[in-house]
């Protein structure tokens, strides 16, 4: 046999064979057995669960543009941030002319209100007694954040940042949790 035919006996045997390896394997795979389902909870076992409540987008967005809106009657330029009971942020619309820094704090103020299910406003009177507060990580106590509650619990958060006050702010952002219970 010339060198020209054992190289093609060589390839053609070792594709065979690797078909058949193939072939065995996949035959393997297809016999192993089925793999256990995931362990269903019973419903006894309810206790261990708990359910939230989250504000669906189109909500967190119609409470923002009512933020927004708020603001711009009165040519104010502000960044509207909503969070969800987690902080984290759903949605965030930075009106016209918003200044650079009003990003950030619309984001922490709506944190700050959720985390605390108070106002920021109010917030702020806490820092004379526990001045620390305001060294956790995220937060931000300046008027301006608003929780959105649901039986007197936190769902979600607003917060604006832009207007020449925290007052002002907080107003918007409240305008934003007003839109929600219309």
Do not use: C
Request: zero cysteines; proline letters at 5%; a positive charge.
């Amino acid at each position: 046999m010339n060198t020209r035919t054992r190289v093609l006996t060589g390839a053609a045997l070792a594709v065979a064979l690797g078909a058949g390896t193939f072939g065995a394997v996949s035959a393997s795979a297809s016999a192993a057995p089925a793999a256990k389902p995931a362990a269903v909870a019973k419903k006894s076992d309810s206790e261990n669960f708990t359910t939230t409540t989250h504000l669906t987008i189109e909500a967190a967005t119609k409470a923002a543009q009512a933020a927004l809106k708020a603001a711009q009657k009165e040519n104010q330029r502000v960044t509207v941030a909503v969070v969800d009971r987690n902080g984290n942020t759903v949605v965030t619309l930075r009106g016209d002319g918003a200044g650079p820094q009003s990003y950030e704090s619309a984001q922490r103020k709506a944190f700050t209100a959720v985390s605390w299910n108070a106002p920021t406003s109010v917030l702020v009177g806490r820092l004379a007694q526990t001045p620390n507060l305001k060294d956790i990580p995220g937060t931000l106590f300046l008027g301006g954040g608003a929780p959105v509650q649901l039986n007197g619990a936190p769902i979600a958060g607003i917060g604006v940042a832009g207007a020449p006050s925290g007052d002002l702010d907080e107003k918007y952002a409240k305008a934003g949790v007003e839109s929600l219970n219309g």
